[in-house]
């Protein structure tokens, strides 16, 4: 079973390219990411999961969120740590 790394916040973002509201879900978040669903949390507000709740209050986790701009790549310090592990 992989260790959890991430928690994702599908939602709705307003597109910067078309200006019209889009739904992003978990799975579509992980793939635009690029990152495993397996070394996920997903934390919506009506279906958390088991660990999403304390995920959501660890700082420990990279915290993904649909993006207006569409940039979809991982924090800088988040690569370092997929690579490297924590410091």
């Known amino acids: ?4 790394r991430y928690v994702l916040h599908p939602g709705n973002v307003i597109s910067a390219n078309d200006g019209q509201r889009h739904y ?3 799975e579509r978040l992980a793939w635009l990411y690029r990152v495993p669903m397996s070394e996920c949390f997903v ?3 009506t279906r958390g999961g088991p660990g999403a709740e304390s995920a ?6 990279i915290h993904l ?4 701009d569409s940039v979809y790549s991982l924090p800088a310090h988040s690569l370092h740590e997929v ?4 410091e």
């Not at 079973?1 to 959890?4: A, C, D, N, P, V």
């Open 1 to 4: 079973m992989s260790e959890k």
């Open 24 to 26: 992003v879900n978990a």
């Open 43 to 45: 934390d919506e507000h």
């Open 56 to 61: 959501r209050r660890d700082s420990a986790f």
């Open 65 to 68: 969120w649909p993006r207006y």
């Open 83 to 86: 690579n490297n592990g924590p």
